[in-house]
């Protein structure tokens, strides 16, 4: 009964950011891990990282590590996906994920000069 909506998305440069935004509502997210995926045009969804309800773990696929972070701001019921040093290749629409079943429909970010 989670219900996700994703925010932030955007045309953003080669090397520049962007802080995408997954508000819960109907639940309190802090109960539960989230996970971030992504697919771009022609390819499977791709997993790129998560965080555990308790914030002590974090995991982040070897293309965005280093690049990527998750956090949460729990009073705002909010997972945050803070991106930097952007590539074009991390074009794609990004969805976050609830407790392995629930799903925002997405934003799209476009990384482009």
């Known amino acids: 009964q989670l219900q996700l909506v994703e925010s932030g998305g955007g045309l953003v440069q080669p090397g520049g950011s962007l802080k995408l935004s997954c508000t819960a509502s109907s639940a309190t997210v802090s109960a539960y891990p989230i996970a971030w995926f992504r697919q771009s045009p022609g390819q499977e969804r791709e997993g790129i990282g998560c965080i555990s309800s308790n914030d002590r773990f974090t995991y982040y696929q070897n293309s965005v590590k280093g690049r990527f972070t998750i956090s949460r701001d729990n009073a705002k019921n909010t997972v945050y996906l803070q991106m930097n040093s952007l590539k074009p290749e991390d074009t794609a629409v990004y969805t976050c994920?609830?407790?392995?079943?629930?799903w925002g429909r997405g934003t799209q970010v476009t990384v482009s000069s």
């Open positions: 994920n609830a407790d392995r079943l629930y």
